[in-house]
């Protein structure tokens, strides 16, 4: 099974590429879903028909679902509300309703993780395309299940002692319930589920693609992006160049805007040397409904296969060496000066401007020391040596 994204800045075309990628998987024959996490839900608008939190068949082998983060039909997410609702009841907070719990951050991403690995893991279909938020939402969305998981090793395992011991005496000095074991199962559970959709989601049958216009800050906030989500360790596979004015015409202001678009666009070959850059023209109209999403995505993707597997060996890897190991892990368009790095026992800790990962170092790693780091070449290599040698 396949799954693809789709990010950008806020109205680039990111629901036209999707729907339109969606599409065209859907011609070949591909039972495909096409998904959308954002809050402001245009896929309705792509299709030119009602969409809601159930899949929609819109045409052969194509359905269309937006995430609803109002239904909490995952039995994780219940559980926990349920005993916010409990503790604020208890605190007299009244009257809240769990629709309001939803609200409390992070939750839509939850529910958009939730949503998607249960599509995922049903077996229902082949391609399952995203349709995402703006790239800060996504960012923020695909780093969760990692830093939750941080958390839930460290923090949690002691929570979950303390509250077991103090548990009397808290609920009596409080008049505070505190969370039954059931509460803390449910964050197990949920824990236990968003890891499973970090790992598909990081598989190397998962891909992100980045939706940009040929202007300035667009395409750096793109190039921001790759680094980001290489950080976090998702594979990035093309780029999709949207609403490129036609060389045809010979008035002046079209000529302006086509030799700007052109300058930037140099730009953006140069920026994603590695990646296919696939080319969508503005169109006459907006492409809405299954024909236009269709010729949108022909006309874009040309002779590639949109479904094509990403190629390489994806962001992050470990090699062996006669001393020790290197871990290389791809760090576009950054310098040395970029990229903070410390150990923390098992843990590197990759700090790139505001984005920071705390990555669990495999069993093998754990015991070596770190002998140097460079980056070079848009990658950050960590050199591993074996503590036999230097001991
Ligand atoms: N290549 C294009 N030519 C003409 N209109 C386009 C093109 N791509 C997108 N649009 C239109 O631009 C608007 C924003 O596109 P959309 O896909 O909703 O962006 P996003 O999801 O990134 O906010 C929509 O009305 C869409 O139909
Ligand atoms: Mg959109």
Redesign the pocket.
């Known amino acids: 099974m396949r799954i693809i994204l789709f990010t950008?800045?806020?109205?680039?075309?990111?629901?036209?590429?999707a729907a339109g990628t969606a599409t065209a998987a859907a011609l070949r024959g591909q039972r495909t879903l096409v998904l959308s996490t954002?809050a402001?839900h245009?896929l309705a608008?792509?299709f030119g028909v009602p969409v809601g939190g159930d899949p929609n068949e819109v045409d052969h082998n194509l359905f269309v679902q937006q995430v609803d983060a109002q239904r909490r039909f995952e039995r994780s997410w219940v559980d926990i509300q349920q005993y916010l609702l409990s503790v604020l009841d208890a605190a007299g907070v009244d009257p809240i309703t769990a629709e309001e719990l939803t609200v409390i951050p992070g939750a839509e991403e939850v529910m958009a993780l939730l949503e998607l690995r249960s599509h995922a893991v049903s077996g229902e279909w082949d391609v399952i395309v995203v349709?995402c938020a703006?790239t800060a939402e996504t960012l923020r969305l695909l780093a969760l299940p990692e830093a939750l998981g941080w958390y839930m090793d460290r923090v949690f395992p002691m929570e979950r002692r303390i509250v077991k011991a103090l548990k009397p005496i808290l609920t009596r000095a409080a008049g505070v319930p505190m969370p039954h074991d059931s509460v803390f199962d449910a964050i197990e559970r949920l824990h236990r589920d968003l890891e499973e959709v970090h790992e598909i989601l990081t598989g190397k049958d998962s891909s992100v693609r980045l939706?940009l216009t040929p202007e300035t800050v667009v395409v750096a906030e793109a190039r921001r992006s790759l680094t980001t989500l290489s950080l976090f360790g998702y594979r990035v596979d093309g780029v999709i160049a949207?609403?490129v004015f036609p060389e045809a015409g010979s008035d002046a202001w079209r000529r302006q805007w086509v030799a700007a678009q052109s300058e930037v666009l140099a730009e953006v070959e140069q920026s994603f040397v590695d990646l296919p850059i696939w080319r969508?023209?503005?169109?006459p109209?907006?492409?809405?409904g299954v024909e236009e999403l269709s010729a949108?995505a022909k006309a874009a993707y040309g002779e590639d296969d949109p479904l094509a597997s990403p190629a390489g060996e994806g962001p992050m890897t470990i090699r062996r060496t006669k001393s020790g190991a290197t871990l290389s892990m791809a760090l576009p368009f950054v310098a040395k000066a970029d990229v903070d790095l410390a150990r923390h026992g098992d843990e590197l800790v990759v700090t790139v401007g505001s984005y920071r990962r705390l990555l669990a170092l495999p069993a093998a790693l754990g015991k070596q020391k770190i002998a140097g780091a460079r980056v070079d070449d848009g990658a950050l290599q960590v050199r591993f040596k074996s503590t036999e040698d230097s001991e």
């Open positions: 950008g800045k806020g109205g680039v075309g990111k629901t036209t590429a954002d402001a245009s608008d792509a349709d703006p939706v949207n609403r969508s023209s503005y169109r109209c907006e492409p809405v949108f």
